[in-house]
């Protein structure tokens, strides 16, 4: 890249991200998400009562130049669907910004509000499906409709990204066909999700590798759900592992 174009390539690139984001907010493409959403931010939860709820798709969170980029399932009902902010105001969410601020990707562990001054360093975080689902728990037919939203994110974040945690097996089955309409290359057939798994897809220029011009490291991560941390079956250590892995892949460490 020419040098003295970086700069208002970096500005272009944010813009559309923005916009991006803000086109996201008005989506009402799934009738049973819309309802959902709304009637949740209609009526509220004892706790929240005096909260205004976001009650609309949740966009992506972090900057234009991310390099490593957190996939997600959905918003929770009481969490990014009240707050507007993804992970942020519920249990998931504490458990996945603390470890981001121990590994040394977040300026702060916890995340409560929009204003709360938070912010990633070099990470974005985002999901397959933007509306909080009843019972968490998107279709199959909600996912593929909002599918094309990821795919314009990972374009727009792909002359930096080069590593992305992807949190739990819908994630895993969202994000891979996202990342082959994308521009990647996905393996035949594709790789199952597990923890801690790494997957290495080439980008549209051939083989990457590891730190490649065009390659993505991908990787597997039990969600941070309260089922799982709850129980142990993902722990704080756990966690951790995975992120600096990413991180370091990323070229962030």
Request: glycine share 12%; aromatic share 8%; hydrophobic share 40%.
């Amino acid at each position: 890249m020419d040098a003295s174009k970086a700069p208002s390539d970096s500005v272009a690139s944010a813009s559309a991200l923005v916009a991006l984001d803000r086109r996201v907010g008005g989506c009402r493409a799934c009738p049973r998400l819309v309802a959902w959403r709304e009637e949740v931010a209609r009526t509220k939860r004892a706790a929240f009562a005096d909260w205004t709820y976001w009650g609309r798709p949740v966009p992506g969170f972090g900057p234009s130049d991310a390099r490593l980029l957190i996939v997600g399932l959905a918003p929770a009902a009481h969490g990014g669907n009240r707050t507007g902010r993804m992970f942020t105001g519920d249990r998931s969410g504490d458990v996945l910004y603390q470890a981001l601020y121990d590994v040394g990707l977040a300026s702060q562990p916890t995340a409560v509000s929009v204003d709360d001054g938070l912010e990633l360093y070099g990470v974005r975080i985002t999901s397959p499906v933007h509306c909080a689902p009843p019972a968490n728990k998107p279709t199959p037919g909600e996912r593929d409709t909002c599918r094309p939203w990821l795919v314009q994110e990972l374009r727009l974040l792909r002359p930096t990204l080069r590593a992305v945690v992807v949190l739990g097996a819908f994630g895993w089955q969202a994000a891979l066909p996202a990342f082959a309409e994308a521009g990647w290359t996905v393996p035949r057939p594709r790789p199952a999700f597990g923890h801690g798994t790494r997957v290495q897809l080439d980008g549209p220029d051939g083989p990457g590798g590891p730190g490649g011009a065009d390659g993505l490291d991908v990787f597997g991560c039990f969600h941070v759900s309260q089922r799982n941390t709850f129980t142990g079956r993902l722990t704080p250590e756990m966690l951790r592992e995975v992120l600096s892995t990413a991180a370091g892949a990323a070229g962030l460490r």
